[in-house]
T-cell receptor, first 111, second 113 residues
Framework: KNEVEQSPQNLTAQEGEFITINCSYS?????LHWLQQHPGGGIVSLFM???GKKKHGRLIATINIQEKHSSLHITASHPRDSAVYIC?????????????FGTGTSLTVIP | EPEVTQTPSHQVTQMGQEVILRCVPI?????FYWYRQILGQKVEFLVS????????KSEIFDDQFSVERPDGSNFTLKIRSTKLEDSAMYFC???????????FGPGTRLTVL
């Protein structure tokens, strides 16, 4: 069974804080997707990675394939970062494009 | 910047009615997907579509569901006879190639009464 666990489920931070959201999964994967879901429901792709680290602006994503773990970091957090952050994995073997999603981490950044 | 669009943003229907949800993927993308998210739950994969046929589908995607690319731009999801439990947010996504980053539309909120 493809389990994707995220922690924490809910996170409240003060503006400017460094934030870490974690994602663990139970099967081998070929790729992992970090997504951001806005309060209105829309989903935005942040990163897709299969190894190492990616950086975009204040966002950094890392993955450790051997440990089956990924982290999403937000530096200098801002209230506009408030959203649900979702991790999704593409399991091996690659028979298709069926991503399995975590339940999300709800982030609130207070001014 | 190119984006995936979906219409309508909100659809209300009576149980047993047919609904068609529409999506316009990013123009140079070749792979298309439908996902759903029941309120308060995780996003779930429904189906992927490539080269005018279904490439993968989940257990949720039963005979009540169908997908179609009726022309060069639209990608549709049809639910033949809606049930109360079909109420959810439905997201369309597209990717340039298989296993590439997927780009999501804003979603259609389906409410079945």
């Amino acid at each position: 069974k493809n389990e994707v666990e995220q922690s924490p489920q809910n996170l409240t931070a003060q503006e400017g804080e460094f934030i870490t959201i974690n994602c663990s999964y139970s099967v081998g994967i070929s790729a992992l997707h970090w997504l951001q879901q806005h309060p209105g429901g829309g989903i935005v792709s942040l990163f897709m990675l299969s190894s190492g680290k990616k950086k975009h602006g204040r966002l950094i994503a890392t993955i450790n394939i051997q440990e089956k773990h990924s982290s999403l970091h937000i530096t200098a957090s801002h209230p506009r970062d408030s959203a649900v952050y979702i991790c999704a994995v593409l399991p091996l073997p690659n028979t298709g494009n069926q991503f399995y999603f975590g339940t999300g981490t709800s982030l609130t950044v207070i001014p | 910047e190119p984006e995936v669009t979906q219409t309508p943003s909100h659809q209300v229907t009576q149980m047993g009615q047919e609904v068609i949800l529409r999506c316009v993927p990013i123009s140079n993308h070749l792979y298309f997907y439908w996902y759903r998210q029941i309120l308060g739950q995780k996003v779930e994969f429904l189906v992927s579509f490539y080269n005018n046929e279904i490439s993968e589908k989940s257990e949720i995607f039963d005979d009540q569901f169908s997908v179609e690319r009726p022309d060069g731009s639209n990608f549709t999801l049809k639910i033949r006879s809606t049930k109360l439990e079909d109420s959810a947010m439905y997201f369309c996504a597209s990717s340039e190639l298989m296993y590439n980053e997927q780009f999501f539309g804003p979603g259609t909120r389906l409410t079945v009464l």
